[in-house]
């Protein structure tokens, strides 16, 4: 067994008003749908502090920070926390625009009926305001038509303080007035979408291309990369069919987020027989045109082709495999971005669709038509002729193809390297399927981490290696990473983490195509 490591406890302490006590002030707090951070300070800052600040005490009233609320003004209590009608902060605001009283007074600093409700809602709960938030300052009101509407209508890039401005507005509320466009007959002016025009090049070309419409044409193939034909990968068939997602209760060594089981329906697809070695993905992530940190082309070139076109990595600043081999090993440290991107480069370069394997369509591949913790059945001691792990990889990964495939043909789907999926990780994802879940489905990304990665790595122990184990992503892959902001290409330290692809039966849309490609949370 490899040595265990203590993972410290992190503790979040929260700072409360002296005057609750601390368990009261937690539950209550813990209750609340309005944070006074991000909901309350943008409104008293932008709106308010101008009128009622230390330089300006109209009414006799401060809103800058707690001890003043807790003061009385010229029209009563300020705060009353837990009724909003007694507390001058909300219901001035709620007051007809001609009454002398009606916070702001100036009928363009109005609060829109949304900051008014999250106003009355924050002091009906009790008017919370962190310690940690000593006082609030002036920032300037953002309104639409003088300060966003002309920034969206010219587009980016956005200066430095134009970005500030659209901040301001996002903090704000984003109040967009009814009835209110950027010029056309639709809300928001179109703009072109260069990321889905190439897209859709790359689709015709696909649509070009394929001749195999149904499953029961489907069969194992060895392709090579066009602009590289010495370079081949072979992708086995997958037909569809329906399964079993996670582990049962009695499994040894399963997780809380391996279940509860579900039924999930798969439609057929081929697979990679193994990871993408470095011999494949080496031409993807050197090419021969310099490019920027987005990985788009440093120079343009106006006659460019589909895959110039696609997105590529910076240089990396080290040997990627770390000494570890490059000839038939397979590819490790890139980031779900990249091994993205890969996947709409060989598709621009050979006309088929290639995209990352989901969750359940990876788990379904790897067990193969089984329902033991391995694809070759429950007992961990028949690891060494299936899979490299920490016991047997000579502290590095190997050459892929070695270990027995499983019964669909699929080697090192246990071990070697642990492999991406399209899916960011929820824990309790399993139980938000249900028994009728969707063919094949996903759960899209919304956040840089964590993703899902499966199978287990040479690094890893048996349990680590079953069909349901699932391991999600962290930022600390990147920690060694020197750039800041950190690169969206390379995970420097997950020397144990590759990728295989998948071709579904079914050519998708464009937009769906892009989806899988493009799933914009490629920052940290």
Not at 32 to 40: E, H, K, P, Q
Not at 75 to 103: C, F, K, N, Q, R
Not at 471 to 482: I, V
Request: proline fraction near 8%.
């Amino acid at each position: 067994m490899k040595p265990s490591f203590t993972i410290g406890l992190c503790f979040v302490v929260f700072f409360l008003p002296h005057s609750l006590p601390a368990a009261a002030e937690n539950k209550k707090k813990a209750s609340n749908t309005v944070d006074f951070a991000r909901d309350i300070k943008p409104i008293l800052e932008s709106a308010c502090i101008s009128c009622h600040g230390p330089d300006d005490q109209k009414g006799d009233v401060r809103l800058d920070s707690l001890v003043a609320l807790k003061e009385e003004g010229d029209s009563g209590p300020i705060l009353t926390p837990g009724d909003a009608e007694d507390s001058s902060i909300y219901w001035t605001t709620d007051l007809p625009e001609d009454d002398d009283l009606v916070m702001p007074p100036k009928k363009a600093d109005r609060l829109s009926e949304k900051q008014q409700e999250l106003l009355k809602t924050w002091v009906n709960e009790g008017g919370h305001w962190p310690k940690s938030i000593a006082q609030l300052e002036e920032v300037p009101r953002m309104r639409f038509d003088v300060n966003i509407k002309p920034l969206l209508v010219k587009g980016g890039p956005f200066d430095e303080q134009e970005l500030y401005q659209l901040r301001l507005w996002v903090e704000q509320g984003a109040e967009w007035p009814k009835g209110e466009s950027l010029g056309g007959e639709e809300p928001i002016a179109a703009k072109d979408d260069p990321e889905l025009d190439l897209v859709n090049q790359i689709r015709e070309k696909i649509l070009a291309d394929t001749t195999v419409t149904s499953e029961d044409q489907m069969e194992e193939y060895t392709a090579a990369i066009p602009d590289y034909p010495n370079v081949e990968y072979t992708m086995v068939p997958i037909k569809g069919g329906t399964f079993q997602m996670g582990s049962p209760d009695s499994e040894s060594d399963r997780n809380d987020d391996e279940g509860p089981q579900v039924g999930v329906e798969i439609k057929p697809f081929w697979m990679g027989k193994h990871e993408v070695t470095w011999d494949e993905y080496i031409k993807f992530m050197l090419p021969e045109l310099p490019r920027n940190k987005d990985g788009s082309l440093a120079t343009p070139k106006e006659d460019a082709t589909i895959v110039e076109l696609v997105a590529r990595p910076t240089e990396p600043y080290q040997e990627m495999s770390f000494g570890m081999g490059q000839d038939g090993y397979p590819a490790i440290c890139m980031t779900q971005h990249a091994a993205n991107k890969y996947c709409e480069w060989l598709s621009a370069q050979t006309g088929h669709f290639y995209r990352l394997p989901t969750e359940a369509e990876w788990e379904y591949a790897c067990r193969a038509g089984t329902n033991t913790a391995y694809s070759f059945g429950d007992d961990p001691s028949d690891l060494d002729d299936y899979a490299w792990y920490f016991a047997n990889s000579d502290f590095q990964y190997q050459q892929v193809g070695q270990k027995k495939p499983n019964p669909w043909g699929l080697h090192d789907m246990h071990g070697n390297v642990i492999e991406w999926t399209l899916d960011q990780y929820a824990a309790d994802q399993y139980a938000s399927l249900g028994d009728d879940s969707n063919a094949t489905p996903w759960l899209k990304s919304s956040t840089p981490y964590p993703h899902v990665a499966r199978g287990g790595s040479w690094d890893d122990d048996p349990q680590d290696l079953r069909s349901a184990a699932r391991r999600q992503s962290h930022e600390n892959w990147k920690q060694q990473d020197p750039q800041l902001p950190k690169s969206i290409w390379y995970h420097t330290d997950a020397v144990w983490l590759g990728f295989r692809i998948v071709r579904p039966l079914e050519v998708p849309s464009a937009e769906e195509m892009k989806a899988y490609w493009y799933n914009g949370v490629e920052n940290d």
